[in-house]
């Protein structure tokens, strides 16, 4: 059984920092694409930043583009999202979530690629 567990959210002032993790367990976790969405109240789950299972390829919102940095150290099964510059906007429940290896029809920010997904950590950012 899969298992997705992230950890490291919390509640920053405004260019501030957090760095969020995601846990894995369950599966082969060096072969699969993985990536971290958001979802804000009212909002649709949008797709914040992914990284290709050997971790040389990595994509990137724009919105979070310059900002943040998704990164994992297979080693430890463990998927990273470091936020810097912190916005308002920014807030939202975060989940990282783990799809097959990139392939025909591979969009990195689509949902429905993904298989399997955690239960979200919280970031707040207030101005």
């Known amino acids: 059984q899969v298992q997705l567990v992230e950890s490291g959210g919390g509640s920053v002032q405004a260019g501030g920092s957090l760095r969020l993790s995601c846990a894995a367990s369950g599966y082969t976790y060096s072969s699969y694409t993985l990536g971290w969405f958001r979802q804000a109240p009212g909002k649709e789950r949008e797709g914040v930043a992914a990284i290709s299972p050997a971790g040389d390829s990595t994509y990137y919102a724009d919105s979070v583009n310059g900002r943040f940095t998704i990164s994992r150290y297979n080693a430890l099964n463990t998927l990273y999202l470091q936020m810097n510059n912190l916005k308002p906007e920014d807030t939202a429940m975060y989940y990282c979530?783990?799809?097959?290896?990139?392939?025909?029809?591979?969009?990195?920010?689509?949902?429905?690629?993904?298989?399997?997904w955690g239960q979200g950590t919280q970031v707040t950012v207030s101005s």
């Open positions: 979530a783990a799809g097959p290896p990139r392939g025909r029809g591979f969009t990195p920010f689509a949902p429905s690629w993904y298989n399997y």
